[in-house]
């Protein structure tokens, strides 16, 4: 597609239970990347994919969270027993190589009530 | 570990005024860095970005920023700000380590008052 696309745009759940975010990145972009944004936080690095690598973990912040990436192109996030402080806008993003600068999606805010 | 720091969380001008905004990295070796913007509502967007070259860097919307290696900065500028550009703004590090994420500051939100 023309843009990093995003799913749903919000979700509110409930305090326990389990959330997917799902994001579709440009055609033929190779890094795919998910960040979190709280408020006041700035952006805080999750996980990181490309190509066909094992992808970068780091800063999944507990083991809750896992993502994949299915044939090389969308990727879904899981939040597994979501808990409030898992409340945030998750960011998307995807570039063709890497230094290349990313694209964002326009994000999923999610509120767990 | 790399991190990056943004100064001014809030900067409020005036149309026509000056605008610079602060962003310091830590980080010895070789980055690349960026400047990100985001409007109200709307997605985070690539401003400016630097690899090599000359240290001054040109974006888009009349925006530079100057890297200053010795004092591991990467300062945002504009000689006149308009109302439009008030957003929020986001200074990036990519260190060229091997890693390929970016460390993001905290933003600075700026508003301009008409």
């Known amino acids: 597609g023309a843009g990093v696309s995003q799913s749903p745009s919000n979700k509110v759940t409930e305090k326990g239970k389990d959330v997917e975010l799902r994001c579709d990145p440009i055609?033929?972009?190779?890094?795919l990347y998910w960040y979190r944004q709280s408020l006041g936080q700035g952006l805080e690095f999750l996980i990181y994919f490309q190509g066909n690598s094992a992808p970068d973990k780091s800063g999944l912040p507990s083991d809750r969270f896992s993502a994949e990436r299915t044939g090389g192109s969308v990727s879904t996030l899981t939040i597994q027993r979501t808990q409030q402080e898992d409340s945030a806008v998750y960011l998307c993003?995807?570039?063709?190589?890497w230094g290349a600068g990313y694209t964002f999606g326009s994000g999923t805010r999610l509120t767990v009530v | 570990a790399q991190s990056v720091s943004q100064h001014n969380h809030h900067v409020i001008l005036s149309e026509a005024a000056s605008l610079e905004l602060g962003c310091n990295y830590s980080y010895g070796g070789t980055v690349n860095l960026f400047w990100y913007v985001q409007y109200p509502g709307q997605h985070l967007q690539l401003l400016l970005k630097y690899f090599s070259g000359d240290p001054l860097v040109k974006g888009i919307k009349g925006f530079e920023a100057e890297f200053i290696k010795s004092k591991f900065s990467f300062n945002l500028r504009k000689p006149s700000v308009q109302w439009s550009d008030t957003a929020e703004y986001f200074c990036a590090v990519n260190a060229l380590s091997g890693t390929y994420k970016y460390i993001f500051g905290t933003g600075t939100r700026l508003k301009v008052l008409a």
């Open positions: 993003a995807s570039s063709l190589e």
């Open positions: 055609s033929g972009h190779t890094a």
